[in-house]
Nanobody, 125 residues
Framework: QVQLVESGGGLVQAGGSLRLSCAAS????????VSWFRQAQGKEREFVAG????????YAADSVKGRFTISRDNTKSTVYLQMNSLKPEDTAVYYC??????????????????WGQGTRVNVSS
């Protein structure tokens, strides 16, 4: 069983930065893949970035590449999402999720077993 708690969201101007944190409980956290998803109002939840247990990262095509960086610190059972050069279209509720899948980090929410409660990010223009 894994419990996830996100933090770090808030209001920021376009071009600014935020760092989201996803703190996990559970002794086997290091063996899980952890990803960030986001859901804007009226839209489906979408994959943002994910990281495997060996810290191999995967990013959503185009929309966040070069601006967002995912990392993990297994000693702290925490995954981070550093978001730079934020745009108004990044406004959403950001969720972290964990899966025991192997292979490439999955991009579908259906592959994830555990979810946090979400943290809201608002980017003003």
């Amino acid at each position: 069983q894994v419990q996830l708690v996100e933090s770090g969201g808030g209001l920021v101007q376009a071009g600014g930065s935020l760092r989201l944190s996803c703190a996990a409980s559970g002794r086997t956290f290091s063996s899980y893949y952890v990803s960030w998803f986001r859901q804007a109002q009226g839209k489906e939840r979408e994959f943002v970035a994910g990281i495997g247990w060996l810290s191999v990262a995967r990013y959503a095509a185009d929309s966040v590449k070069g601006r967002f960086t995912i990392s993990r610190d297994n000693t702290k059972s925490t995954v981070y999402l550093q978001m730079n050069s934020l745009k108004p279209e990044d406004t959403a509720v950001y969720y972290c999720a964990a899966t025991s899948d192997r292979g490439s980090v999955p991009m579908s929410p259906r592959n994830y077993d555990y979810w946090g409660q979400g943290t809201r990010v608002n980017v003003s223009s």
